[in-house]
């Protein structure tokens, strides 16, 4: 089947089997692998991406259900200044300075799941621990992750 995304603004026509995960697709075919494979059963949350503007776990999301989707990987959300000198996004930014990221398997879904958080903050009304929720990390305590992302929050609700 011919699978037509939108993937971090860029349009994208890949052939899969209907049933591929997403994560596949992405990795794979896409070359993004920014995105994680974790579980592998949702649990994770390794894998976490945006998909017309829902946090999704890619590896639950048949390829099918993407098409004309508009994804958002962990690898759009730098910009590049007008110098050409990449910017990390605030939650990205926030991460590397308060050493949220310790093996990095769980760093694109937890920041991915931040910055949609930080977007939709009404999706989850009791705080950040309600919004990481689905999001797994095994090698560390969360506190330099919560640190980021409060950094991030006091910095500005990122676009």
Same mark, same amino acid.
Request: proline share 4%; glycine share 6%; aromatic share 0%.
């Given at each position: 089947m011919t699978i037509r995304m939108t993937i971090n603004g860029r349009d994208c026509t890949t052939d899969a089997n209907p049933m591929t995960p997403l994560l596949d697709v992405l990795r794979e075919s896409c070359r993004l692998t920014g995105t994680k494979y974790g579980c592998g059963e949702g649990e994770c949350?390794? @894998?976490? *991406?945006?998909?017309? =503007?829902?946090?999704?776990?890619? @590896? !639950?999301? +048949?390829?099918?259900?993407?098409? *004309?989707?508009?994804?958002?990987? *962990?690898?759009? !959300?730098?910009?590049?200044? =007008? =110098?050409?000198?990449?910017? !990390?996004? +605030?939650?990205?930014?926030a991460f590397l300075e308060c050493g949220g990221a310790q093996c990095g398997i769980c760093t694109p879904g937890m920041v991915m799941a931040g910055v949609h958080h930080l977007r939709h903050p009404e999706l989850a009304p009791d705080g950040l621990a309600e919004a990481l929720e689905g999001n797994l990390c095994r090698c560390t305590g969360y506190s330099a992750i919560f640190r980021a992302m409060e950094r991030a929050a006091e910095a500005g609700r990122p676009a």
């Open positions: 949350g390794a @894998c976490t *991406v945006i998909m017309n =503007d829902e946090l999704v776990m890619s @590896c !639950l999301v +048949p390829v099918m259900q993407a098409e *004309v989707a508009t994804i958002e990987t *962990v690898e759009g !959300l730098a910009r590049m200044a =007008d =110098d050409g000198a990449e910017i !990390l996004h +605030p939650v990205q930014q």
